[in-house]
């Protein structure tokens, strides 16, 4: 269930390098079984990803978290 979610991750973590300690911590959290955590620490980081960041990682943030909440 969670392994395509930490396959999804990984490639953004690979994607943007700035961001690397971000998503570090929702793969760690997924890895954990910890789910809820890792959408919500993912969901804040879109948010702040909103106000002012790359416009390149706030849609695929946001693709990743759509994609896993159909789930």
């Not at 997924?30 to 890792?38: N, S, Y």
């Not at 620490?41 to 695929?60: E, F, H, Q, V």
Request: glycine residues 8%.
């Amino acid at each position: 269930m969670n392994e395509s979610f930490i396959e999804s991750v990984k490639k953004l973590y690979k994607r943007y390098p700035n961001y690397r300690a971000l998503f570090s911590r929702v793969i760690k959290k997924l890895e954990e079984g910890d789910r809820k955590g890792a959408i919500k620490t993912l969901n804040s980081s879109l948010g702040i990803a909103l106000c002012g960041g790359n416009p390149d990682i706030k849609a695929d943030i946001y693709k990743v978290l759509r994609e896993e909440q159909k789930k």
